[in-house]
């Protein structure tokens, strides 16, 4: 069993090591464009990205079956068609009518019967079903939603911003849910697995979701002044700041400090 388990650490090292020279010239690209450069601001941000993708092994969210047991909700096996790279089926994943996931637009429990999140259906923009499995977390910081996406595809150049209407989520039929009788427009985009199509886009996006999107992250960030006496408080504030919430916060810690150790130099 011991055996079986370092062979395993070993293989999952080996992933990630592969995974950390594919991304490495495009972390440091993005991290010198959007002024990441310093020591806390850098740290905190390959800390978060860290969690988010899965140690650079995943930059797209996946779904997970859900099941009821004795009357209750779990969280069973992940669905492996969602951990399929986008490139490969050449197109978004749940584009085919048989490629549709109840996990993106019902409520995510995990294996021990917790609720992880809502639908992602009628929030961040998203107008319905479809929407929340087209615009699923994607790239480092798994941006996520219509409101985000849109943002970011007019900031690359990819969307007009005089082809939608800003905040169509206050139509009063978005609030009703009927998107047909909407007079605000809301924004289309055909390909939103463009995110995950290279290693620039995978970064660059999270780069874009804390600048530009959360722009108060960075200033948090800049007051982890004082070491290790920071690092818990600090964290937290910075991953409420991302998420609005403390999700995986046990690991964006250990990221977060094991990044200053080696980068900071920040060692007992």
């Known amino acids: 069993m011991v055996a079986n388990t370092k062979s395993t650490e070993k293989l999952q090292i080996s992933k990630i090591s592969k995974k950390v020279t594919e991304y490495f010239g495009a972390i440091n690209t993005i991290i010198n464009k959007y002024n990441l450069y310093s020591v806390n601001r850098k740290c905190h941000f390959l800390g978060q990205g860290a969690v988010e993708s899965e140690s650079l092994l995943s930059m797209q969210e996946v779904s997970q079956q859900q099941l009821i047991e ?17 490139s490969d089926l ?23 019967g917790n609720l992880i999140t809502g639908s992602y259906s009628w929030i961040n923009g998203n107008c319905g079903d479809v929407d929340a499995q087209k615009y699923r977390g994607r790239g480092f ?10 943002s970011y595809w007019v900031y690359r150049g990819w ?9 169509w989520w206050d139509d009063p039929q978005y609030k009703k849910k009927n998107p047909p009788k909407m007079k605000k427009r809301f924004p289309q985009i055909d390909s939103p697995q463009k995110i995950t199509e290279n290693t620039y886009n995978c970064l660059d996006a ?42 995986g916060l046990a690991e964006r810690k250990s990221f977060t400090k094991k990044a200053k150790e080696v980068i900071g130099d920040d060692v007992e």
């Open 159 to 167: 969307l007009s911003i005089n082809d939608f209407d800003r905040y």
């Open 90 to 112: 050449g197109h978004w994943y749940g584009e085919l009518a048989e490629e549709k996931d109840d996990y993106f637009s019902g409520k995510k429990y995990n294996s021990k």
């Open 141 to 150: 910081k798994m941006l996520t939603g219509l409101d985000t996406y849109s």
């Open 206 to 247: 999270g780069g874009f979701f804390i600048v530009g999107f959360r722009g108060k992250t960075v200033r948090i960030m800049d007051g982890d002044k004082n070491g290790k006496v920071d690092d818990n408080q600090v964290i937290e504030n910075v991953t409420s700041a991302i998420n609005g919430g403390y999700k």
């Open 70 to 86: 004795n009357g209750v909700h779990k969280g069973g096996a992940i669905v492996g068609l969602s951990t399929k790279k986008e």
